[in-house]
């Protein structure tokens, strides 16, 4: 059964899941730099995933996905960074990095499911 709505991605729900948490872990930091960079590349990565859902093709959707990837790519070294700066506890870090790499493992599943179809 084909996806009919982005909102029934996992990816997705995952994503947003991911992005309420870290604005919530970040919501009294006073580095606004640093609180709005991960907030923005937190929510790029579900904000990607719905966008490309939208577009006309599989090859459209695939290169949303990989901007998705990047997005976690991003949050994940904006965490290790803010552990480092001391923002965010070990703990919490580590709990988010596995966040992020569990949403880029699903998202590359979705890749491959779209470039299986191409074939």
């Known amino acids: 059964m084909a996806i009919q709505k982005f909102e029934d991605i996992i990816a997705w729900q995952k994503a947003q899941d991911l992005a309420v948490a870290i604005y919530s872990s970040f919501s009294s930091l006073k580095d606004f730099g640093f609180k709005d960079q991960i907030c923005r590349a937190v929510v790029s990565i579900s904000n990607n995933i719905a966008e490309g859902f939208g577009r006309s093709s ?8 990989y901007i998705s990837i990047a997005s976690c790519s991003e949050v994940k070294s904006m965490l290790h960074l803010a552990e480092k700066l001391k923002y965010l506890s070990s703990e ?28």
């Open 58 to 65: 599989d090859a459209d959707f695939s290169r949303f996905l």
């Open 92 to 119: 919490k870090k580590i709990e988010f990095l596995q966040d992020a790499d569990e949403i880029s493992k699903i998202i590359r599943g979705l890749i491959k499911s779209l470039e299986r179809h191409k074939v």
